[in-house]
């Protein structure tokens, strides 16, 4: 078994609180990380609740000056006061270590053998840099380590058709939109001119429609958070839509994210999002459709299209409930981006990063019915 190198000394390596200041860390010299990629590469101590490890290294562009866009949900948004340096900013409810980008390569070499790691990710933001720097992380990703699958987690706003083309040529496995908000008006509300933020939602269902010519069926996804003021309805026409462009949803429950413009509205409701997600899972890998699914007046769904004994094996799988994003080694249905906690805590787990047991389950189908109850972790 291959040496996990000893951790990074200070300047290669940035913690959010150790610093007194953000060093002048640039992509791609640099890349940020979500906490459950630096503990599972050994950067910080600690464990994840239920999981020992991440199996997408989810690497995010960093710059000392930050994103450019405004998202009213977002951590990295511009606007944050409390945060001044960028690197100290929370994303998923999580901070991002940064560290070199040659030394992450050289950990994941390391634990090679270990097998930690099914796929890689490189998320955009809204940068003058962002582009050029995916380039460079995406080639020297795939000339080290070209047995790891890499996802692009883009920034349409930036790109053209062009830009997807040539990711694809470099070797760029799967591209991925970060939509989010699925109406114009929620868009624009939370993403566009209303927030002072320059992303446009006709853009991004552009970008949707190049990655399914481009990438092709399977190999492109979309994200969507469920919870910011759609009907269950609004939200799985996108997830059908999407899925007759031939890809898939990758869902998110809201959660207030701290520092945010909406970081006093409340987390998704737990019904509506159990219900979202197992309508999506029936929509994408089920063999389901939207036109056969039932819903009430307030856009809820009541009949998921399905016969009873078949829904209550979807359900008994736990599989539905599982997080959603680009698939590993498990099969398609199996996110190997099980982003730990990225949407809940351990005591109210939305998106579930492992496999469920029957007491998960049951939880899953009290909170169906609506009932108030969490997952029970303190």
């Not at 690497?59 to 405004?70: F, H, S």
């Not at 962002?130 to 995406?138: E, F, G």
């Not at 053209?160 to 929620?186: H, Q, S, W």
């Not at 981006?337 to 189908?365: H, K, M, Q, T, W």
Request: hydrophobic share 35%.
């Amino acid at each position: 078994m291959s040496a996990i190198p000893e951790p990074a000394q200070p300047l290669d390596f940035y913690r959010p609180g150790r610093h007194t200041g953000t060093p002048p860390m640039r992509s791609p010299e640099y890349v940020q990380m979500s906490t459950a990629a630096a503990i599972t590469l050994g950067l910080v101590p600690g464990r994840m609740h239920r999981t020992a490890c991440t199996h997408c290294l989810n690497l995010l562009v960093t710059y000392p000056e930050g994103c450019r866009a405004n998202c009213a949900y977002c951590g990295l948004a511009r606007h944050r006061e409390e945060a001044r340096d960028y690197a100290e900013r929370n994303f998923i409810r999580v901070d991002w270590p940064a560290a070199r980008y040659d030394e992450v390569i050289e950990r994941v070499k390391a634990g090679a053998d270990k097998g930690q790691f099914q796929r890689m990710c490189i998320s955009m933001i809204t940068h003058p840099d962002s582009d050029a720097a995916t380039d460079a992380l995406l080639a020297r990703w795939v000339a080290a380590l070209p047995h790891v699958p890499v996802s692009i987690l883009s920034n349409p706003t930036t790109m053209e058709r062009e830009d997807l083309v040539r990711l694809k040529r470099m070797g760029a496995d799967i591209f991925t939109v970060a939509l989010d908000a699925v109406t114009p008006e929620i868009f624009e509300r939370t993403r566009g001119k209303a927030v002072d933020s320059p992303h446009r939602y006709e853009k991004y269902w552009q970008a949707i429609e190049w990655a399914a010519e481009v990438f092709g069926p399977e190999k492109f996804g979309v994200h969507l958070i469920c919870g910011m003021g759609e009907t269950e309805r609004e939200m799985l026409e996108v997830a059908q839509r999407i899925k007759d462009l031939g890809g898939h949803s990758h869902m998110f429950a809201f959660f207030p994210e701290r520092g945010s413009l909406m970081e006093d509205w409340p987390p998704a409701d737990r019904a509506q999002w159990r219900r979202v997600q197992l309508a999506r899972f029936v929509i994408d890998y089920a063999g389901g459709h939207l036109d056969r699914m039932g819903f009430d007046p307030r856009g809820r769904v009541i009949d998921f299209g399905l016969g009873r004994e078949e829904l209550a094996g979807l359900i008994d799988s736990g599989t539905p409930f599982r997080t959603s994003g680009c698939p590993g080694n498990e099969g398609e249905s199996v996110s190997a981006c099980n982003r730990p906690y990225g949407d809940s805590s351990p005591s109210d787990i939305r998106s579930f990063p492992f496999a469920l047991d029957p007491e998960d389950v049951a939880v899953v189908r009290r909170q169906m019915q609506g009932e108030d109850v969490g997952t029970g972790v303190t």
